[in-house]
């Protein structure tokens, strides 16, 4: 019987949702702190078995940590000890940013989901950049043949018009792609005005070419890239991002961020409303998550690293976007839901499916 469930009920349902991320999230980094981390590493780490090969690099787990748990890099050591075999921070913007107003983070309990409208609350480039140097370097001093992958998500400051966008993109990835081992431009949160204009292909391309030039000057090093798109974009669209990510030679695609969409919900459509405005992650992204996901893998051919996101809660989940084509796979409102023995959990229970195949 798992225990956490009944915790969480007991003591943090009741409680706003983002009071409830931040105890939760210092509660994870304290037990880094004192050291607790490290002796509790030894029962999340991932099987050998399941180490997969993927943008250049070994990664620990193909399952991963999505962005928007870790917004600043606060506590990227931390998370990787819960067993994840990459953490993407962010979304991280060019300019320092106190997000939208309070309350922006609601759960729908009765569909394991989460709306946000939190609006890319970040320190700003220049203050993360230090922090992803130094989780970069203690983890390499940790684990020296190999290590949890650090990705970096950058989005569009609120207070810069779309015009000036791609110089706006550029300050972050001169910031940040040196201690990034990937880099993920994100025009698909629901959350900043406009921005997902900017996953028109005609925009999008300039945006892409100018972030990966730039990324690999300001690092001395290629530093994958790799786009985030949303799952409610058009059939058609998909299939032009996917053409176009090939066109420019990106390494791959990130599929799907929220879904301004609430069909479907358990949730009676009086509390849906109260929640208002927000991108809905969660169970309910699942269907459709697996449905862009299989679209890109016919459009690419293989060709590009597709990571699935998007509803993902179980082993069995991870499993279905790996047969689907996703080479790895990212979950982060089930870890609300699940706690903080989630990712072990989903290892394990892979590892031991592969050994009984």
């Known amino acids: 019987m798992r225990v956490y469930p009944t915790f969480f009920r007991l003591a943090f349902s009741w409680m706003d949702a983002e009071r409830a991320h931040k105890i939760g999230f210092k509660g994870i980094r304290l037990a880094h702190t004192t050291g607790a981390g490290r002796l509790l590493e030894r029962f999340t780490a991932p099987p050998a078995s399941l180490q997969t090969s993927a943008l250049g690099m070994t990664f620990l787990s193909p399952f991963g940590l999505a962005a928007g748990f870790d917004k600043e890099g606060h506590g990227i050591e931390a998370l990787t000890e819960l067993g994840f075999g990459h953490v993407e921070v962010g979304t991280i913007t060019g300019r320092a940013q106190p997000g939208n107003e309070k309350p922006r983070l609601f759960r729908l309990i009765e569909d394991r989901a989460v709306i946000n409208r939190m609006g890319f609350n970040n320190d700003g480039a220049s203050a993360v950049a230090p922090r992803l140097k130094s989780a970069r370097a203690a983890l390499q001093r940790r684990h020296p043949k190999v290590r949890p992958v650090i990705g970096v998500n950058i989005g569009k400051s609120k207070v810069v018009e779309l015009e000036d ?28 005005p406009g921005l997902r204009l900017l996953q028109n292909v005609e925009t999008l391309r300039p945006l892409l070419k100018a972030v990966g030039e730039e990324a690999d000057k300001s690092a001395g090093r290629h530093v994958p890239l790799l786009v985030k798109i949303a799952p409610d974009l058009s059939d058609e669209d998909i299939d032009d991002v996917a053409r176009l990510a090939l066109d420019l030679g990106l390494d791959g695609i990130i599929a799907t961020n929220t879904t301004i969409g609430r069909a479907g919900l358990s949730s009676s459509a009086e509390k849906v409303e109260t929640c208002g405005a927000g991108g809905l992650s ?53 870890f609300l839901y699940e706690g903080p023995f989630w990712a072990a959990r989903i290892n394990r229970q892979l590892a031991k499916s592969r050994r009984g195949a």
């Open 165 to 192: 966008a791609v110089e706006d993109y550029l300050i972050s990835a001169r910031s940040l792609a040196p201690a990034a081992d990937y880099l993920v431009v994100n025009v698909s949160s629901p959350n900043t």
């Open 282 to 334: 969660g169970a309910p992204l699942k269907g459709r998550s697996l449905e862009v996901l299989r679209r890109l893998k016919a459009a690419t051919g293989g060709r590009l690293t597709l990571i699935s996101v998007g509803g993902v809660e179980t082993s069995e989940d991870v499993q279905d976007r790996l047969d689907a084509g996703a080479t790895l796979v990212q979950g982060y409102t089930a």
